[in-house]
């Protein structure tokens, strides 16, 4: 038999009177009259659910098939047929439907038809994915995901798995995980005893972090190979139980040695309209999932975004705007501060609304590894800005000169000796190189506004939370 | 200017008589009578270099260009010309040579051209890709990578980041890093004094480790989208300093509901195979560079890898073989025992001479998630082994009857409430499903040759050593 999926069937590569089998589980059923019953079927493939018609005689039909409840998982044999109904072009005629696993309680089960809060979903992580809503996330993130690969790719990029247990603090602000082994290594679920006593040095040599960012490897990669890209976890030990942080997100850093801050600047936006343009074209019945159930303009927010010229201001230009334009901030702004939420919303939603670039930040705020200007206020750094986010990417080109680099490592009491191999980089035919983050969850509640970044990732990691 | 790569000149998207910029590395130069120079550049985007002429009548001839040495970096204008000499098609006739870095002190400079052994290189990691055969694995490994995320999209698979931290031990065997936060929080390469106390309960609220695997989480995501894969890094905190040990390692793991083990044993010779044709089609050059450097054969030994039918065996039919083998192993077997590395290798080099499947171990030497077959002393489970490299792959169908699960637990000293979500997807519309863990390095050495596993990962993480 035919095996095929709900998206095949729906998505017309199946021709009518194709004899086939799908497997998936119920999303809905409704009886006419004990005789005839519609199973809406859904297995992942898409949003759309596939309708199957069952006769009443199928040999099952009232012991099984009339108790058949959301959730339970069925292979069914039939016959695609051109529909009768309005809501579908096509549906399936059973002629058997095997039931796999019923719904133990159903009563009780905890996904059902009905709308939940998307605060209640994230209690039943390991069911929500069956949701239309966390559905459609998964397979948005997926299209996004490999569009970011095929785009890189195309532009040349090798991907690079920069390592995630680290001993070097790239932000330098501290705020990283430690990775131990437990001195007495139980398997947790069989000690009763909590074994509180970990030992730090013993395995690695030294302490070991997990990493904030993939960038300072990434470059070593790219002063050899020209381009590459980093798609990996990165960590936050940031006590941060906001909407839109995690402790523990996702990256994509591309690292082009050759390339100035304007040039990654035009990658950066190429990247971004990119992706969705592939996105909309290739999760278009997703995406419209959302139009009434989170945000009914983004359609026209997508297109939108993928069809105007990003706006590029400096940083100075920015705090200007800032200053001029009688909004009382919470967190005042002066030449010198750095830009806050709030200030990059007034500037990405009021001021501008539209997506904006921010560049060329004071020194004092910005990483030691930024490129120092010729004004030596300033670094070659950029952001990019989002209406309803903030920041989604943040970038620089990098310090290439040694005697810079070393007095800026100096200024952020930095060691030359902690960092010799990425001085070697700029000791061994140094090149202007530059790069950028783009936060993969910022960019999956961007594009899907959904508001929470817990409901973008299949288990977030927060601030006293590690369930699943 | 049309500044374009390497490869673009070398495989031909570039017509003759073009006026191109280049920018990349010295690999070597030779002079001819001091009035023309033979300058072979690289960029990254190919194995081969580009040989670029550059004649006495260039500006800086004699006090640059005469002192470039291998891993200068450079700014090139030219034209792309036919070459007189025999070694290459095409060349670049110089018209101006800018010199962006020189290298400080080249007969210290720790990447010459001469051969280094891999040993000596991985204590330059972060040059050691400027080599030829280190930047011919990173190619290969982003090939290979790109092949994988698409067949998977190919096939209907969704990527699905599981979560890195966890508190769960899939594998039951504890070799698990800890996760915690540093009591005071200090910058590492701030503070002078050692922070040797940590708080492991305190930031999530109860013990967490870095993931052994993805699985438990990508069967929920499977039980409600059907096809996912993973593919991310995972952990062990084991102090096995063997050429085929890491404690950071990538993992590809589909997980697909309703495919049996059999199913899945397709789809792993599939997707190997699949990818490696890839492979070959793409990556000829660096390929063929490891033939004089690696392996002899081993274009002859990949492409019968993609011709040949897997051999499928019982774990049962196994031990039979290797108990009449008349072989003297280390680890004596039998029925019951666990199939270590040399006889991984009997079956896989000497008798087979090709990968071989071995299926249906004994129950008491898997996890408690493999499905337990009829005869109540075996479970559904497979290893994929390989000439040269022992296991690549390792998957199971998982025990989708909760009953049986719930038995399988308490014989592995599990409880059930710690496994309360894990369970949920048995009772609620359950599906037979199956997956495998393929590690992406074991992969990398299996296609390569190489011999040593910390040569193709960029920073290898193994006890004691957590450099770059």
């Known amino acids: 038999m035919n095996v095929v999926s709900v998206a095949d069937i729906l998505y017309g590569y199946i021709s009518k009177n194709t004899e ?32 199957i018609i069952a006769y009443d005689n199928l040999y099952n039909y009232k012991n099984e098939i009339l108790h058949l409840t959301s ?66 996330v998964a397979r948005i993130r997926h299209t996004l995901s490999q569009a970011i690969h095929t785009f890189m790719h195309k532009q040349g990029f090798i991907w690079v798995p920069t390592p995630i247990i680290t001993a070097y603090d790239t932000e330098g602000n501290g705020k990283m995980f430690c990775v131990s082994t437990s001195k007495n290594q139980k398997a947790l679920h069989n000690s009763k005893e909590k074994t509180n006593t970990y030992d730090t040095h013993n395995f690695f040599g030294k302490e070991a972090f997990l990493t904030v960012s993939g960038q300072l490897n990434a470059e070593a990669y790219a002063c050899a190979l020209s381009k590459v890209y980093t798609f990996g976890p990165t960590f936050r030990a940031e006590y941060s139980n906001t909407n839109r942080h995690l402790s523990e997100f996702w990256m994509i850093e591309p690292e082009a040695a050759f390339m100035t801050l304007d040039d990654i600047i035009i990658l950066a936006e190429s990247l971004l309209k990119n992706i969705i343009i592939v996105l909309l074209k290739e999760c278009s019945d997703d995406i419209k999932y959302f139009i009434n159930k989170i945000d009914k303009n983004i359609i026209s927010r997508l297109e939108n975004f993928t069809n105007i010229k990003f706006n590029c201001i400096e940083y100075t230009e920015a705090i200007k705007l800032l200053k001029v334009c009688n909004k009382q901030f919470n967190i005042p702004i002066h030449w010198g501060t750095d830009l806050f939420s709030e200030h990059e919303k007034y500037l990405s939603e009021e001021y501008f609304k539209s997506p904006v670039i921010v560049k060329n930040y004071p020194k004092s705020i910005k990483a030691f590894y930024m490129r120092l200007n010729d004004d030596n206020q300033t670094v070659a750094s950029m952001d990019v800005l989002v209406p309803g986010i903030g920041e989604i990417i943040g970038g620089s080109q990098r310090e290439e000169r040694l005697s810079t680099l070393d007095q800026r490592l100096q200024e952020n009491n930095l060691t030359q000796e902690n960092y010799w191999w990425y001085r070697d980089l700029r000791r061994y035919g140094t090149v202007p190189h530059s790069g950028f983050g783009l936060g993969f969850e910022r960019l999956m509640i961007y594009v899907t506004g959904i508001k929470n970044i817990r409901d973008v990732i299949p288990f977030p990691r927060t601030p006293k939370n590690v369930n699943f």
Not at 20 to 46: M, N, P, V
Request: proline share 4%; charged share 20%; with cysteine.
């Open 20 to 51: 086939i089998t799908i497997q998936g589980w119920i999303r809905t059923r409704r009886d006419s009259k004990a005789k005839i019953s519609f199973l809406d079927i859904y297995d992942g493939s898409c949003i759309t659910p596939l309708q």
């Open 71 to 136: 959730g339970c998982s069925v292979t069914i044999d039939g016959i695609v047929s051109a529909s009768i109904g309005m809501k579908q072009r096509v549906e399936v005629i059973a002629k058997s439907i095997k039931i796999l696993g019923w719904i133990e309680n159903p009563s009780t089960y905890p996904i059902t038809a009905k709308n939940h809060t998307m605060k209640y979903l994230r209690e039943v992580s390991h069911l929500r994915p069956r949701t239309n809503i966390i559905g459609a």
